[in-house]
């Protein structure tokens, strides 16, 4: 490999090693395809896995259906997988499916320009450029951590950190520490942090609709029968991904949500015997409107004598304390933000140029949108994983991304059978692609069940999830149509 400043040629360039991004790169070896490089910024894979390191983090996906479907893994040791053995899975697959040659750790990747003269991207990154026929997006969807800019964070005396960029230095224990937000990672974190601090105080903007876990260990008996009989394995999986596909027939038809809405109602009103306390936490629209959150530890924590939940927004913070929306200060020595991630405005979306010069994020003026959550017009040769419309409420994104690589690898063989060497999808297959989204998703419950989640764009539109289930994602994305596509 050349130095930095060099130019490096590849036939695929892969942006991210999470895993979207290994995941792509196993099915292009699976295919014969090797020429490809995984540029990584981190030292390590895993993506959100390797990033997110609070404690209690977990998969709220159970863990025979959160894993590759072509690597099955019979040594996770609960239903829902710890996030330190989700990371070490990724590590493993990176090994065991020969991509450790492949991947260029500490390769931040600053600028990919398309090229009309030559029809390939040129990549700027941290270890020099790099020059690409085919670009493959696998940042993800959640890799940059959204931090609200309220006024007076900077002169706060205390620790201050994003669950997705947890400070391991900081000590808590003892302290007074706010946790601002009550989302995915909030239920996670809170009953983790109520044991050890002198006081927590939670703002909720929102509250949350909130569902028993039922977590529990894996016996070394069950893992033994796994490793053994990888089928029975299989067989779990399959009875799994039906019971997750009754949550997404709630979503597209919202009053089937009402018995869902007694379970977790059921759930609050045993864990929180306090009357004011239940009322706060009792949510305002329909179940699945905001995602739906599973954890057998949440309800519970917020009950303990020292925990404060405070049901108005973060607006302000002070040297000392943090200020509500109803201008009321409280005392804190260390703040913890969990307030999601920036996901139509990701930063890689101002990183990425096509045709003409502009960025992803000027092209989509606000409102992502991809043929098939995958190639957009205008961006030749440029592949997402886990793009616009893709994302799932209730099962594993997993199952949407194994379409997308199948997409990749038929529409990269395409090229290669028919000597093609530029790749875009046309304007009417693309935009007959998002309308039929659209109308699906007029009658959801993300449109239509009465909050304002981040699933929904600057324009209103839900460019985040995915209206189907995810086997008519598959048998509408995994196959190539070159009918919709412009090769040339």
Not at 295 to 316: G, K
Not at 340 to 360: D, I
Not at 431 to 436: L, M, R, V, W
Request: aromatic share 10%; charged share 20%; glycine share 10%.
């Amino acid at each position: 490999m050349t130095g930095p400043g060099s130019d490096h040629v590849t036939r695929v360039a892969i942006v991210g090693s999470g895993f979207a991004g290994l995941g792509a790169a196993i099915r292009l070896r699976r295919a014969g395809i090797e020429d490809f490089v995984i540029l990584e910024r981190a030292q390590s894979v895993g993506g959100v896995w390797r990033d997110n390191s609070y404690p209690g983090v977990a998969c709220d996906v159970e863990s025979h259906l959160y894993q590759y479907s072509f690597a099955p893994n019979p040594d996770w040791t609960e239903r829902y997988s710890p996030g330190q053995e989700i990371w070490n899975y990724l590590e493993r697959c990176a090994t065991e499916y020969g991509l450790r040659g492949h991947i260029r750790f500490g390769v931040e990747v600053t600028e990919a320009r398309w090229d009309e003269a030559s029809a390939s991207w040129n990549l700027e990154t941290s270890g020099g450029r790099w020059n690409a026929s085919v670009l493959v997006s696998a940042v993800g969807g959640l890799s940059a951590p959204s931090m609200p800019s309220l006024p007076g964070l900077d002169t706060f005396q205390g620790p201050v950190f994003h669950s997705a960029r947890w400070d391991p230095d900081a000590e808590l224990r003892g302290k007074r520490v706010a946790v601002v937000g009550t989302g995915a990672s909030a239920v996670q974190i809170i009953p983790s942090l109520q044991p050890i601090a002198s006081r927590l105080v939670v703002f909720q903007r929102t509250p949350a609709w909130v569902v028993p876990r039922h977590n529990g260990p894996i016996s070394a008996r069950a893992r033994r029968l796994f490793d053994r009989f990888p089928l029975t394995q299989r067989f779990l999986r399959t009875r799994i991904r039906p019971q997750r596909e009754l949550f997404g027939i709630g979503f597209r038809h919202p009053r089937i949500l009402r018995f869902l809405q007694g379970i977790s109602r059921r759930h609050l009103h045993k864990a929180v015997k306090d009357p004011a306390l239940r009322a706060a936490l009792t949510p305002n629209f329909t179940m699945g409107c905001k995602r739906i959150l599973v954890s057998d530890d949440y309800y519970p924590a917020l009950a303990e004598p020292n925990v404060d939940v405070i049901p108005r927004a973060a607006v302000e913070v002070r040297p000392h304390g943090v200020v509500d929306g109803g201008g009321i200060e409280h005392t804190v020595g260390a703040i913890v933000f969990c307030t999601g991630f920036e996901v139509a405005e990701a930063p890689f979306n101002r990183q990425v140029r096509g045709r003409g010069g502009r960025t992803l994020s000027e092209h989509w003026a606000g409102s992502p949108k991809a043929h098939l959550g995958t190639t957009v017009n205008g961006f030749p040769n440029l592949f997402l994983m886990q793009g616009p419309n893709t994302g799932l409420g209730h099962s594993s994104v997993l199952l949407m991304q194994e379409a997308q690589f199948d997409h990749l690898v038929n529409a990269v063989r395409h090229m290669d059978r028919h000597g093609i060497t530029i790749l875009e999808p046309t304007d009417k297959a693309q935009a007959e692609f998002i309308e039929g989204v659209d109308r699906g998703m007029q009658r959801t419950v993300w449109m239509r069940g009465g909050c304002r989640s981040w699933y929904i764009d600057s324009t209103g539109r839900n460019s985040a999830l995915w209206p189907g289930t995810p086997g008519e994602y598959r048998r509408r994305v995994s196959s190539f149509r070159p009918q919709e596509y412009e090769c040339r």
